[in-house]
């Protein structure tokens, strides 16, 4: 029996077996047919129960567990099982002298529900929550049902990008070495030698070889073209600020469309850990954030594109139009610059040369198992390159923070310097850069310099992550859309009251352009305070501003 036709199991762990028995004959009498009904009384037989699902590729739609048991408590085991089924949706069942344990729960582990104890009548207190947790499980196919195949080199460059695309744009994917004999198998099996990289099979059994990024988007169920061609509001970037800006957009009834060159995130979206982002008070990964963000804005009705590059924006009377990199155009009444910015490139010999073979710009999470009991280097010290430490700090034997500066303290939360002082194999070392990079098929050596001493020492590693400072993304923008002399979008009161050629009466909004009907929000705004709740704000207020100037229309 394959994947496809095998029913999604339903799992319940509870270690009194009057409940576990009850909850389980609940749920045979209402999802029996369509889906297997899996019970286990203790939390290590539900684990030996999931592992046997795994290997056999069985579908798990549905965890429900007890808090309280033995040997670890619910949250502890479906935290363990987000390991095996990472898109099984997950249910606490607890009593009501635990609701806070549950509610905190939910950033935990990421918990979908929870339930109190006793659910009489079913009809009432189970059956819903779990039908829309059944519900949301079917529209996030996991990969035994659809799943995506790269097979590619530990040292490709392209391989690499492929499989950043896919992981940052929440494909579920299985990664293939071209050395592995699945991998070669995979190959044989398309007629191919593996002499160009990647590979990309998709679940009908298309065949990409070295696909682009629009190539790869088109295949895997990403959209990539507009359905209308004109908006009330096109949002240009899927940061922070671009996802606020889509989810107040749309649920206040603007035909809403975000546009995003790569994947939705940005920079935030890789950060393996967000601790100081309101309402998450253990910390949320970027990944997690970001698809609550998207799904939020799909739910209200925004469209979402990706792969797609802006080039050029103009106005048209009342109109804002938007060109594309391919040529084609999108219009609508107003524009939200939320383009973020992005990480400066390392100025050394050798970089170029083996980015994407060990030289990785951003924290590249996909890469972290890779890196266990290596030593790896981290680039930078600010917020960004800290919590890069911290994430690879989890599997390599040691982790280098290389800081330009004599200290963190001018350029990173005191939070994140206080973890990372209590981390045992991560070494910051101050006053120090890479003066250059050397390898033949990827990274393998630096040569450091201390600007104190003006010591050069040489040091063996295959993995450095650089976090080096940004740069806004606005070279693209007209030259009457004003900007500081750093690129960043001048707006309100920053700019020159009413601006040259401005042709309303009006002073420009808070966080209006220089173009009337064109605001900006989050970081690529000049003096924008960089940070994710700041710039999830920025989205925001820009919706309402972009209500005002649409009244006025």
């Known amino acids: 029996m394959t994947a496809s036709t095998t029913r999604p199991v339903i799992l319940t762990v509870d270690d009194d077996p009057g409940v576990s028995r009850s909850i389980a004959r609940d749920l045979r009498r209402r999802y029996g047919e369509e889906n297997r009904i899996v019970r286990a009384e203790n939390p290590v037989q539900a684990l030996d129960a999931l592992k046997e699902l795994k290997l056999r590729g069985e579908p798990v739609a549905l ?23 990472p898109l099984a949706r997950r249910v606490l069942l607890t009593a009501y002298a635990d609701t806070d344990a549950a509610i905190q729960a939910i950033n935990v582990v990421d918990l979908d529900h929870y339930l109190l104890k006793p659910w009489n009548p079913p009809e009432e207190k189970l059956y819903p929550v779990v039908d829309a947790m059944l519900d949301l499980w079917k529209k996030t196919p996991g990969p035994s049902a659809d799943e995506t195949r790269v097979i590619g080199h530990r040292w490709s460059a392209p391989s690499f ?24 198998r995979q190959l044989k099996a398309a007629g191919l030698d593996g002499s160009t990289l990647p590979v990309v099979i998709t679940p009908d059994g298309t065949v990409m070889v070295a696909p682009s990024e629009a190539e790869l988007a088109s295949k895997v169920g990403l959209s990539t073209a507009p359905a209308e061609d004109f908006y009330d509001l096109v949002v240009v970037g899927g940061g922070p600020a671009g996802l606020g800006a889509a989810v107040y957009g749309a649920s206040e009834g603007l035909r809403t469309v975000l546009v995003e060159q790569l994947a939705t995130g940005g920079q935030a979206g890789q950060s393996s850990r967000i601790e100081n982002y309101l309402g998450f008070p253990d910390g949320v990964s970027g990944a997690q954030l970001t698809d609550r963000a998207r799904r939020q804005a799909v739910r209200f009705g925004a469209e979402l594109l990706t792969t797609r590059q802006v080039v050029g924006l103009e106005k048209l009377g009342n109109a804002r139009q938007l060109r594309f990199a391919d040529g084609s155009e999108i219009s609508a009444h107003s524009v939200i610059l939320a383009t973020g910015v992005s990480y400066r490139t390392l100025q050394a010999p050798g970089v170029d040369d083996l980015f994407g073979r060990g030289i990785y710009y951003g924290s590249a999470t996909t890469e ?57 194999n991560i070494e910051v070392h101050t006053c120090t850069q890479v003066v250059s990079c050397m390898g033949s098929e990827h990274l393998e050596h630096l040569t450091l310099l201390n600007s104190e001493t003006g010591e050069k020492r040489e ?81 925001a207020m820009a919706v309402t501003l972009v209500h005002r100037y649409l009244e006025m229309l």
């Open 63 to 85: 965890l429900l567990a007890d808090y309280r048991m033995p040997q670890m408590s619910g949250i502890e085991f479906l935290e363990a099982a987000m390991d095996l089924f």
């Open 161 to 184: 990008a492929a499989r950043d695309f896919l992981a940052r744009n929440a494909v579920p994917y299985r990664w293939l070495s071209v050395d592995d004999e699945e991998g070669k």
């Open 368 to 424: 972290g198992p890779a890196c266990a009991g290596e030593e790896v280097y981290i680039i930078g010290g600010a917020n960004s390159a800290g919590q890069a430490a911290v994430y690879f700090s989890r599997y390599s034997r040691r982790v280098h923070m290389l800081v330009r500066g004599p200290s963190l303290t001018a350029t990173m939360s005191s939070y994140l310097i206080d973890q990372i002082e209590g981390i045992d």
């Open 459 to 539: 040091v063996d590693t295959e993995w450095m992550f650089v976090f080096i400072g940004a740069a806004p993304r606005t070279d693209w923008l007209p030259g009457d859309l004003l900007r500081d002399d750093r690129g960043f979008v001048l707006t309100g009161p920053d700019l020159p009251g009413r601006p040259p050629g401005w042709p309303l009466e009006r002073e420009p909004y808070h966080l209006e352009t220089s173009m009337p009907g064109v605001f900006a929000a989050g970081d690529v705004r000049a003096e924008s305070v960089k940070r994710v709740a700041s710039a999830v704000g920025d989205g």
